[in-house]
T-cell receptor
Framework: DAGVIQSPRHEVTEMGQEVTLRCKPISGHNSLFWYRQTMMRGLELLIYFNNNVPIDDSGMPEDRFSAKMPNASFSTLKIQPSEPRDSAVYFC??????????????FGPGTRLTVL | DAKTTQPPSMDCAEGRAANLPCNHSTISGNEYVYWYRQIHSQGPQYIIHGLKNNETNEMASLIITEDRKSSTLILPHATLRDTAVYYCIVRVDFYSGGGADGLTFGKGTHLIIQP
């Protein structure tokens, strides 16, 4: 089975440019999560979706960040405009939530973003 | 979710059992103990979870004390590939309303397997 797929794996951009990160969750999973990892703050949740609907975006740092999930097999995280402090590794994770239970989250390989 | 405390780092000799402790003294009755690990430059990987009984799978064993205030993750025969940061996370396994929510990661334990 293919795991969570993220693209690109590495992204280098200049300050002010728009960046779009992509995620394909595990087939059949109905919950999707975006996390960010930095040396200073560790791993932190940005936003999560259930059945393609954003549930909690309180972790999104500011309005420059937006996330969408147009269908069950695709999600994007967009930063516009990007800033050097956005440099981090961004992880996508998915899980199957059913019958009121939270299931195990499976993580993708991450996208390493560098904003110059 | 309850807070967890882990040692920042540990060493273990290759081939020996690695025992990683986690303190979660404020755990609630409906909170599970989860363990994830993150090998350098990779995404976090699920290892095991449990409520109050000891659990074992192909990767590890989880021992939870009777009062559930602490637990130990055991890697029975550590290899160099087990060098990673190990995260102990406590979370409620049932949700209400909106559905699943995210994991709260602490700083974890950096386990170094020595050859």
């Amino acid at each position: 089975d293919a795991g969570v797929i993220q693209s690109p794996r590495h992204e280098v951009t200049e300050m002010g440019q728009e960046v779009t990160l992509r995620c394909k969750p595990i087939s059949g999973h109905n919950s999707l999560f975006w996390y960010r990892q930095t040396m200073m703050r560790g791993l932190e949740l940005l936003i999560y979706f259930n059945n393609n609907v954003p549930i909690d975006d309180s972790g999104m740092p500011e309005d420059r960040f937006s996330a969408k999930m147009p269908n069950a097999s695709f999600s994007t995280l967009k930063i516009q405009p990007s800033e050097p402090r956005d440099s981090a590794v961004y992880f996508c994770a998915s899980s199957l939530s059913r019958g009121g239970r939270k299931d195990t989250q499976y993580f993708g390989p991450g996208t390493r973003l560098t904003v110059l | 979710d309850a807070k967890t405390t882990q040692p920042p780092s540990m060493d273990c000799a290759e081939g020996r059992a690695a025992n990683l402790p986690c303190n979660h003294s404020t755990i609630s009755g409906n909170e599970y103990v989860y363990w994830y690990r993150q090998i350098h430059s990779q995404g976090p990987q699920y290892i095991i979870h449990g409520l109050k009984n000891n659990e074992t799978n192909e990767m590890a064993s989880l021992i939870i004390t009777e009062d559930r205030k602490s637990s130990t993750l055991i890697l029975p025969h550590a290899t160099l590939r087990d060098t990673a940061v190990y995260y102990c996370i406590v979370r409620v396994d049932f949700y209400s309303g909106g559905g699943a929510d995210g994991l709260t990661f602490g700083k974890g334990t950096h386990l170094i397997i020595q050859p």
